[in-house]
């Protein structure tokens, strides 16, 4: 298998997720922002603490009719905890990125089999000089088979990860 596996970061970063759920007041400022892709469904999560006042949004989009309905945080949280639980992950590259945002997403998810999430997370904690960031997208599995057989469909190598640390002017990991 050539694409870099990303097990280890997502637990790195769900560990930094639930710290900062856990002990927001750790935090000088935070922005997170994630899109859940799955089940035909855009689950989109952002929250941010910016001069000492904070503020979240969470809603559910249907993927092929538009419609958005108010999600709960709790709600949203569970989802996303699901797809970071889940047996290992494989992250894009950026490039080739379609027009239509359906084909793209259908690709990205194999035909609505595997979920993807896009995340982005600026944090400075408190006491710290320097602000760390992350910018991925992963694609969910349930383990090193199905790694495999997602990187072989319709030869994802320039849209995979294939060597660590990645880093590019669209994607990178903590910096």
């Known amino acids: 298998m050539a694409a870099a596996l990303y097990r280890d970061y997502i637990i790195d970063l769900k560990a ?28 989109s999560y952002s929250e941010k603490k910016v001069k000492g006042q904070s503020e979240g949004l969470s809603y559910r989009r249907d993927f092929t009719t538009g419609q958005a309905v108010p999600m709960n945080q709790q709600s949203a949280d569970a989802l996303f905890d699901g797809f970071f639980n889940l047996g290992q992950f494989l992250a894009f590259t950026g490039q080739d990125r379609e027009q239509d945002a359906m084909q793209f997403a259908e690709r990205l998810t194999d035909n609505w089999q595997y979920p993807t999430c896009a995340v982005h997370f600026v944090f400075r904690q408190k006491g710290h000089p320097k602000t760390a960031s992350m ?28 060597h660590r640390p990645f880093s590019s002017r669209l994607f990178w990991e903590w910096k």
């Open 16 to 43: 930094r997720i639930d710290h900062l759920h856990a002990n927001a007041e750790d935090y000088q400022t935070y922005e997170l922002t994630m899109e859940l892709l799955a089940q035909k469904h855009l689950v």
């Open 135 to 162: 910018r991925m997208h992963f694609v969910g599995l349930n383990g090193e088979a199905d790694a495999v057989a997602y990187e072989q469909k319709g030869e994802r190598e320039r849209t995979l990860v294939q």
